[in-house]
């Protein structure tokens, strides 16, 4: 009598409905005829086959239409050293300056309340929203010879477009939401009792961000620079406004790749892209196995 008590309870509580609720809606997906099923499955193949790899298969096989040599020489040419180089620079320099931001602006919007967090929020997302040609043209209008500051830089020999600063900048803008979207939800959703018992303990505020908080956050981190990091890589409408495509100096492997390909060189456009499709690839791995880990620290909380 009492185990049939305790399993009707059991039964009865929000977490077991909740369970068999989602059982019975898998099952029903399940349920479709098999025509329809099959159907569904062969567009979606044959949607991801023509749009993400043919276009990939056909990357790599123009890139080595003339030979294994011909390739390296095309990758191991002077401008197209100087544009990997450019572009790890400049990767680098944003990654750096979002994951700050990133960590800063999670941290202060998931374990504090304070007037003006929508609005920051917002500000967060702009980059999304915002064309990159036109956030290259504003800083255009900022940095130019013309622009509000051109005149103090110029008298202070400070050269911010078409130079190193202005890509970096311009990057670093584009891609500035991706660590404190991968952080935000992450961080509001472990909430704030382990901080709150550690300080109660003693500890101070870098002690517990550094030995709590991103212990608790590190994949995530992880998840929104290895995201950062291939925007910025692939990042082409802002900095082709800020850099002045001068060649051998502020061309990135984006911008190179269309210079060669519009001179017919499209050997060497194609290697430098297939560089971009490995970093893309990478990234697909990377960011699956950096989920199965998010997943796998949900589960344990949920737990």
Same mark, same amino acid.
Not at 266 to 272: D, L, P, T
């Given at each position: ?13 929000p ?8 059982? &019975? ?5 399940? +349920? ?8 569904? #499955?062969?567009? /979606? ?5 023509? !749009? ?11 890139? !080595?239409?003339k ?7 095309? #990758?191991?040419d ?8 450019? +572009?790890?620079?400049? =990767?680098? #320099? ?5 994951l700050?931001?990133?960590?800063? =602006?999670?941290? /202060?919007?998931? @374990? !504090?309340? *304070?007037?003006? @967090?929508?609005?920051? $929020? ?18 255009v ?7 509000? %500051? ?7 020999? $400070?050269?911010?477009l078409?130079?190193?600063?202005? #890509?970096?900048?311009?990057?670093? *803008?584009?891609? %500035?939401? *991706? ?8 961080m509001?959703e472990?909430? +704030?009792?382990?901080?709150?018992? =550690?300080?109660?303990?003693? /500890? ?5 961000? %550094?030995?709590?908080?991103l212990?608790?956050? @590190? ?5 929104g ?6 925007? =910025?890589?692939?990042? %082409? ?21 269309e ?9 060497? &456009? *194609?290697? $430098? &892209? ?10 697909? $791995?990377?960011?699956?196995?950096l ?11 949920d737990?």
């Amino acid at each position: 009598m009492t185990m049939q008590i305790a399993d009707s309870v059991s039964l009865s509580s929000p977490e077991a409905k909740a369970r068999a609720h989602a059982a &019975a809606a898998r099952n029903n997906l399940r +349920t479709e005829p098999k025509a329809v099923r099959i159907a569904i #499955i062969t567009l /979606a193949i044959l949607f991801l086959t023509v !749009f993400v790899v043919l276009p990939l298969v056909l990357v790599f096989a123009e890139a !080595f239409s003339k030979g294994v040599i011909a390739y390296l020489s095309a #990758i191991a040419d002077p401008e197209a050293l100087s544009a990997i180089k450019l +572009t790890l620079v400049v =990767a680098a #320099i944003s990654v750096s300056l979002n994951l700050v931001f990133g960590l800063v =602006a999670s941290w /202060a919007i998931a @374990k !504090f309340e *304070f007037t003006g @967090k929508t609005f920051l $929020i917002s500000l967060i997302d702009l980059p999304f929203s915002v064309s990159p040609v036109i956030s290259g043209l504003v800083f255009v209008l900022l940095f130019s010879a013309q622009g509000y %500051f051109g005149g103090w830089l110029r008298d202070h020999d $400070i050269q911010i477009l078409f130079a190193v600063p202005g #890509i970096a900048l311009a990057t670093t *803008f584009v891609t %500035f939401p *991706f660590v404190a979207r991968a952080l935000i939800p992450l961080m509001q959703e472990q909430g +704030t009792q382990e901080e709150e018992a =550690a300080i109660s303990l003693g /500890a101070s505020g870098l002690q517990t961000f %550094f030995r709590v908080t991103l212990p608790n956050i @590190k994949w995530g981190v992880l998840y929104g620079v290895l995201l950062c990091n291939a925007r =910025a890589m692939g990042e %082409f409408g802002a900095v082709s406004v800020v850099s002045g495509h001068i060649r051998g100096e502020t061309n990135t492997m984006p911008l190179l790749v269309e210079i060669l390909y519009n001179e017919y060189q499209f050997v060497a &456009a *194609f290697a $430098i &892209a297939s560089l971009l499709a490995m970093l893309a690839l990478i990234t697909l $791995i990377a960011k699956t196995i950096l989920e199965n880990h998010l997943d796998e620290g949900h589960d344990v909380n949920d737990h």
